[in-house]
């Protein structure tokens, strides 16, 4: 597949938009670039076979920052002395480690990816949902860049409890004090420390945070984008809520005229929009990275083998992710 760089596609319908590369009846976005070559490649990096669980329990963080998602309840019952059997209510895909689907989040321009429209982007369709990535199969080289502990070695200041910007010149430093490469189709861990700052807390501290909630992540800059797509980077996730530095604080991508929403978190000016909309980029949120950030700062290792195999829901607008590091 003969990718343009990002300033390339300033020339696409809409600009910036993958709609033309992956093909507009596409709905795996950068999941393309997983092709088998790739998924054989990294498979040569298991080593020891340890394995690192990436998904944190269900109900892990509630109560849920936004206050959008209630807990989950967990039910179990028995028809006989010897039978066991249960279900959920409330069980909210996206409150607790999940992978976005490509219906997630549209654009207030361009709509959804690959041009799917809000009005057929409905509770009766299908198009772009959670089942298509957990039919393809998520599986590759994963890569771990751990922001703390580089703020830590170069001696500057770091609140996991703030907005913390990483930019692209940021990522590139990280990836240079770690020793990692990058090789296309990766999958990007981004660890901030958030989760486990956030899990750490009583329900009266998560309740007290959450009236002030704040996130370090990526910047909101065209630079970030333009590093995540140059780099081929087929799915970006981190411990945090979002991926991306919340709130806002500066974005290049504000729209002129848009009103804040009735309901709901307001996206304005936030990566989301592009990077899922226009991209197609996976992008994954709240995964449990200590262990695993753990085990690379020993081995001074931190690439690895990755699956992610979402939830086969046809429709899904997200799901836990399922994932699992084997190093």
């Excluded at 990522?171 to 750490?200: C, F, K, P, S």
């Excluded at 998560?206 to 704040?214: D, M, P, Y």
Aim: contains cysteine; glycine residues 8%; aromatic residues 10%.
């Amino acid at each position: 597949m003969t990718k343009p760089t990002y300033d390339q596609l300033v020339n696409a319908q809409p600009p910036y938009s993958a709609w033309d590369v992956f093909g507009r009846d596409d709905e795996l976005g950068t999941i393309n670039w997983l092709t088998p070559e790739r998924v054989a490649a990294a498979a040569t990096l298991i080593r020891t076979g340890e394995r690192f669980n990436l998904d944190h329990t269900v109900n892990a963080f509630e109560p849920y920052p936004t206050g959008t998602r209630p807990a989950t309840e967990h039910h179990v019952f028995a028809n006989n002395e010897f039978h066991r059997d249960d279900w959920l209510d409330s069980f909210y895909l996206q409150s607790t480690s999940q992978i976005d689907a490509l219906r997630h989040i549209g654009h207030p321009r361009h709509g959804f990816y690959n041009g799917l429209s809000a009005e057929d982007n409905s509770e009766d369709t299908t198009r772009l949902g959670i089942h298509r990535w957990a039919q393809a199969g998520i599986a590759g080289r994963g890569v771990l860049l751990d922001v703390p502990r580089y703020f830590a070695a170069e001696g500057r200041e770091y609140d996991v409890e703030s907005t913390v910007l990483i930019d692209a010149d940021t990522l590139d430093a990280i990836a240079a004090y770690q020793g990692v490469d990058w090789r296309g189709g990766d999958l990007l861990l981004l660890r901030t420390g958030w989760a486990e700052n956030y899990v750490a807390k009583s329900t009266e501290e998560r309740i007290e945070f959450n009236a002030r909630n704040k996130s370090p992540g990526l910047a909101q800059r065209e630079a970030t984008l333009r590093w995540l797509w140059d780099h081929e980077i087929a799915l970006v996730a981190s411990d945090t809520p979002g991926v991306e530095a919340d709130p806002v604080v500066e974005s290049d991508f504000r729209v002129s005229g848009e009103r804040p929403p009735e309901h709901g978190v307001d996206h304005s000016g936030m990566l989301h929009r592009p990077l899922i909309a226009l991209l197609g980029m996976a992008m994954g949120e709240l995964w449990k990275l200590d262990e695993l950030a753990e085990y690379c700062l020993r081995e001074r290792r931190y690439e690895f083998f990755l699956t992610c195999k979402p939830l086969n829901i046809i429709g899904g607008v997200g799901s836990p992710p399922n994932a699992l590091a084997i190093a």
